[in-house]
């Protein structure tokens, strides 16, 4: 079993490089996929990039290399569209490879041509100007699009090495690869301490269980009353969804904090937030669908507010953590169990959103997360 390399780059400008890099990881018993050496499946009824997209996810590892050339754009029906709205910008091969890489959290190791990463420290100074200008005013010495500048942007927070020749690759990959096989000795020491820690959490959660079942038996006989016994039970409920209503809004903001809504208002949005957003499935799949996060983050926010808007035009969400959606439909949902307890937990929404849109400022109650 060998280690999978995606090799990802455009072809014809660094097809000897692609090649040298095959032959380097044939060395150290790594097998490299390029799509050129036959190593892609290629799906029936499917592109060959998208076939490529599929075969980055079977990888363990990728190396990005970013030369002069922008590359070809993917295969989907709204590039055209999108060229004209993004003044010709679109999303090439290679850029949805390490897209498809970065969502399955794959190690990406990212190596630009040296010169033209100097030309990107031009273009960054002086982006403002660069990006009033249309193709045709303005050319580049070494890229031959300024979408390779606006790629490089988008990964750049990311660790990024420069090179000249292959070997300033070769040298920094045996390098990082040697690290990351010391890294895997070194976990290795420490896995027995893991399984104490495991065994310990495990036997805990079992007592805790137990000593649950334990308690309730005590109280049941302590509390003779059934009345009582399922008050304290209902108490107990309470102080849980109020915990966590409060941290289920610690992830949302809104644009406006100074707006003044009736009980009517409130009411219906807190309604509305429960239904349409916390209880909607499809928000998570139509978020985890998109390659490109920030498009996510806009589409997610724009039902929420398309939701919003039925109630109020200036209730509008400017942030919106996704696992709001995951955290109430796992674990406060399921506490949700009578109607006692769903009218608290619409009251005490209801005194969140309140408290939220109807002052200047928000501050969430002293609570330990």
Known sequence: MRPRVFISSTYYDLKFLRESLDAFFSTINFESILFEANKVTFEIGKTLDASCFNEVKTCQMMVLVVGGRYGSAISEQNIIEEKNIYDKEYISITRKEYETALKQNIPVFIFVERNVFAEFQTYKANKSFYERLKDSEFKFFHVDSINVFRFIEFFSSKGIKTFE????????????????????????????????????????????????????????????NPTDYDKVISNQLEILVTFFTDKLMSGCSFQNTDLTLNSTQLNKLTTVFIDEILSNEKLVEEYYKEYKFEKSEKNLLTAINSALMKINKDVIVIDFEIFLIDDYQEKLKPLINTNAIKKQFKTELKSVFEIMLNSHEYRHKNIDF
């Open 165 to 224: 020749k292959l070997d300033d690759i070769v040298s920094y990959l045996k390098e990082q690869i040697s690290g990351m096989f010391y890294l895997y000795l070194e976990s290795l020491k420490v896995v027995e301490n893991q399984k104490v820690i495991i065994d310990a959490v495990s036997e805990l959660k079992s007592l805790t269980a137990s000593m649950n079942e334990m308690v309730n038996a005590v109280g049941k006989i302590v509390i003779k």
